[in-house]
């Protein structure tokens, strides 16, 4: 069996939310907790959330969740790929692939996850879903290329390198477009309320 990691990437900045969205309680749970959770049930190792200035508050609102790394990124104002690099040399030596999920993304469902980690290793390097057309997280990228996000700069997560290697990528895709919406702004958050009932 592959060892699968995974990266939470929860450092932003929140700016269109107007405060710190990942803390906001959706469905009486806080919104970065939905990632983590979805990691823990999918028995991926390790489980590493890579965090800014609300550290201890995820600390203390996930202290009841076992087998979590949290990781404080001092360079979280620099960008997406500061956090990203220091989620994958963290688990550089100890996985055979990792997914990278994105905090704000409560929607994804297990289906998901379980239909990416079944096509990792069939001749592929990256596996990223589709919904309704749209590309989308989390994202499993393969050991091979772990170094290659340690050089990345800026605030991307790594277009670049996904578009170099798009003949070894496999797309699945999926119907529902609500599954990969990000919360960014007081909407979103409205309508994530709605979509889970």
Same mark, same amino acid.
């Given at each position: ?11 932003g ?5 107007g405060?710190s ?13 939905? %990632?983590? *959770?979805q ?11 890579i ?9 203390t ?13 001092p ?21 055979d ?11 994804? %469902? ?5 239909s990416?980690? *079944? ?35 800026g ?8 578009n ?20 960014d702004? %007081? ?11």
């Amino acid at each position: 069996m592959p060892k699968i990691g995974a990266i939470i990437l929860a450092a932003g900045l929140s700016k269109r939310m107007g405060q710190s969205k990942l803390l906001l309680s959706l469905k009486g749970k806080p919104l970065f907790r939905y %990632p983590l *959770e979805q990691a823990i049930r999918n028995h991926m190792q390790p489980i590493c959330l890579i965090a800014g200035q609300h550290m201890q508050a995820f600390q203390t609102e996930s202290s009841d969740l076992l087998n979590v790394e949290y990781i404080y990124n001092p360079r979280y104002e620099k960008g997406m790929s500061s956090s990203l690099k220091i989620g994958i040399e963290n688990i550089k030596y100890r996985t055979d692939a990792t997914i990278i999920f994105l905090a704000d993304q409560p929607f994804v %469902p297990d289906l998901v996850l379980q239909s990416m980690i *079944e096509q990792f290793g069939k001749d592929t390097r990256i596996v990223r879903p589709q919904y309704q057309g749209n590309f989308g997280h989390p994202i499993l990228i393969d050991k091979s290329l772990y170094d290659e996000f340690l050089n990345l700069e800026g605030d991307h997560g790594g277009k670049e390198i996904i578009n170099k290697y798009k003949n070894d990528t496999k797309i699945l895709s999926f119907d529902n477009t609500f599954w990969g919406m990000d919360i960014d702004t %007081p909407e979103d958050y409205r309508k994530g309320e709605q979509f889970l009932v």
